[in-house]
Structures are given as C-alpha cells and as structure tokens.
C-alpha cells in the first residue's frame, strides 16, 4: 500500500491550489480518500468520532450486496437458460451469461453516476461525496436485467440530479436515491419494468411453449394465486425478478454484515418484517380475496421485500433518526407495502412506494417522537416542582 500512497502523492502536486488542474482537485482527493483514510478531520459541523469514515461505511454496504449481487448474475443466466427449455445447465454456464448481462448495467450505473457527482464537485470546488458508492451498486440491482442500458443511464442522471443534488448533495436528499432512479423508470417506461419477458434475458433463442417471464406477483395477478412459486424457491430466489431482489437467503447474508458491523438497524429491519407479516395476517383474515390469503410469510420473501428492507428502509439519510421513530417507520413500510401490493395490481411491487412515501413521512415521525419525549419530561419537571 505504500507504493500507491507514492504514487498519489507524486500526483498530487498538479491538482493543489495554484496548479494546471486545481478545478479537478475535488476529482483526485476522491480518488485518494477511497483508497486512503484522509489524514484530516472535521474543522466545523456536527461530526462523529469513529475509526470508520462515510467512504468505509459505504464500501461496507457494497460488500454486503454481493451476496445478492452474484446470485443475480446465477439467477440470470438460471431463467434465460430455462425459458429455452434447459434446465441442465452447469452453474458456471449460469453464471458466465448472467455476468455478460449483468455487469455492463453496473458499469453504466457507476460510470454516469459518479461522471454526473465529479461534474456537480468541480462546478461547486466542493470534496466529491460518497454516497453513490452505494446508490450505484443499488440501482442494478432493483431494475430488469432486459433495461437497455440508455435507459439505465438517463434514470442514473436522473437519480443523482433530481433525486440528490439538487438538495445539496449526499446527507441532504429525502428520497432514497436508487428508488428516485427506480421510480422514474417505472413511471417513464412502464412496458420496460412491468409485463412479461422484462424480467429475464430472452436473447439467443425461442422460448419454451407457455413460458411467462413475469414476476411472481404478477403472474398471480393474471392467472390466480396458485401460480406463485413455493416459500422455498421464492427464499431461494429460483424466480424471476429485479435482478438482486429474487433471493432471500443471500439478503439475508447481507443483513448479518450490515448489523455486525453495526452499519445497519436492526430496528428498521425487524420492524418492516414484523408491520408486512402483521398486514399479511390481517389480509388472511379478512380473505375477501384470493390474493388475500397468500400467507402471510410468502408475502415477506417475494418480490422486493426483503431488498427493500435491508438496503433501502435503512437509508441512513432518508430513515428516521431516533431510536422510537425506527420502529414506527420500518413497521409502517412492511405494512403499506403489503398493503399496496394486495389492493392495488397496478403496483405488485408495494415496497417501493412504500419507502418512497416513508422516507418523506420520517422526519415528521421523529418530531413527534422528540416532542412527546420533551412533554414527559416536562410533566416530570412539573410533578417534582
């Protein structure tokens, strides 16, 4: 590591003040800050003092979507093999086509995102942010593996202009950035994120007779509730879906590294479980419907559920901050999105809108948290006087 620390420091001397590039500046101490902790502190602000900074931090969570990231890429090459009726193909067959597909979006993802944040840090001579580290790992991983890579491009623009600078940057956005990108591509090109086909590359041969790449959900939609695939294969991930959200199992291996290194809440995510399986419960109750009685627990490892409640409730930025405002707003996600995907087939996907609606909901949340803390108190001042 000492070599590369040379290295950057032989480079730095062009992009200080007084330099050929001193508008770039902000584009080198990035690159040097990901790859070394800065050597300086915070001068002014509120500030944490930690062993760990937000570039770590960020990092972290890319590890943490592996998992899901390379089970995507499997489960690519997993349907587009079985819809042309071959279901004996080897894992690394799978694997090979999935990568061919999957990591161009990522390349696109990252290489707009980031041109887009290192254009808006030399206009403003501000450090380059962190954040899309993760939003550009999130992105693929909530989209078709079918989306064209244009439009892959343009949601990118999209995410990090409207979704983020145009609030000030990472820290100051009050919509999750990767479900901005989402949600613009759900509106702007429906027949690309809905509907059957989308879900799974069919490239480079005829479809098997009677084969439907939809969704889970969607096909229950369309031809009743007896379609949807068993609680295993769904917390397997052997379905069709966004290309990191099909399997449980590897979201869940992803949560573990998130709460042991204490990036993640456990309170968000064990809240936006227990308010979906309490929806669940209360659908099957009711039953005025057959989809209402997909149990309770199916519904909590199909779809975007579990992605959504790991990745993206527990958006540090977006979520709520206080420790009671947590629960409310992780169990009110599991709760609407259940809620959205039930009553509503134009929005299968409830989690979401879900999110989207908590993440503008969340500081009300804790204001009112805070205020019934600070009348308490108050009634304890009042009853001690």
């Known amino acids: 590591m000492k070599l590369f620390r040379n290295i950057l420091d032989s480079m730095k001397t062009p992009f200080e003040k007084g330099g050929k590039l001193e508008k770039f500046y902000p584009v080198f101490d990035g690159f040097d800050t990901f790859m070394f902790v800065p050597g300086h502190t915070t001068k002014k602000g509120s500030h944490i003092r930690d062993g760990v900074d937000l570039k770590r931090a960020m990092v972290t969570v890319v590890i943490a979507l592996l998992p899901a990231l390379f089970f995507g890429m499997w489960n690519t090459g997993y349907q587009h093999h079985l819809a042309l009726g071959m279901d004996h193909v080897s894992l690394w067959d799978n694997l090979v086509f999935g990568m061919w597909k999957v990591l161009p979006i990522v390349v696109v993802s990252y290489a707009v995102g980031l041109g887009v944040e290192f254009i808006f840090c030399i206009i403003n001579q501000h450090p380059i942010q962190e954040g899309y580290l993760v939003s550009g790992m999130l992105i693929p991983l909530i989209i078709p593996v079918d989306t064209p890579l244009w439009m892959v491009a343009v949601a990118c623009v999209f995410a990090v202009v409207i979704g983020k600078e145009v609030f000030g940057g990472t820290g100051m956005n009050i919509l999750n950035v990767a479900l901005t990108a989402r949600a613009f591509l759900f509106f702007a090109y429906p027949s690309k994120m809905s509907g059957d086909k989308v879900w799974i590359d069919t490239s480079g041969g005829e479809l098997v007779d009677g084969f439907s790449g939809a969704t889970p959900l969607a096909k229950a939609y369309e031809s009743g509730v007896s379609n949807i695939p068993s609680v295993m294969d769904s917390f397997m991930g052997y379905i069709p879906g966004s290309i990191g959200e099909t399997s449980t199992l590897a979201i869940l291996i992803g949560a573990v590294i998130l709460l042991i290194t204490g990036i993640g809440s456990w309170r968000i995510m064990l809240s936006t479980f227990v308010g979906g399986y309490v929806m669940g419960l209360l659908f099957n109750l009711w039953g005025a419907n057959d989809f209402m009685m997909v149990p309770a627990l199916t519904h909590l490892v199909l779809g975007g559920f579990a992605f959504g409640a790991v990745f993206m409730a527990t958006d540090p930025v977006t979520a709520t901050q206080t420790a009671v405002g947590k629960y409310i707003y992780g169990f009110l996600i599991g709760f609407l999105a259940i809620m959205i995907r039930v009553f509503n087939p134009a929005y299968p996907e409830g989690m ?34």
């Open 352 to 385: 979401m809108l879900a999110i989207l609606f908590m993440n503008v909901m969340a500081p009300l949340i804790d204001h009112y948290v805070i205020q019934s803390n600070i009348n308490k108190r108050l009634k304890r001042a009042v009853k001690t006087a």
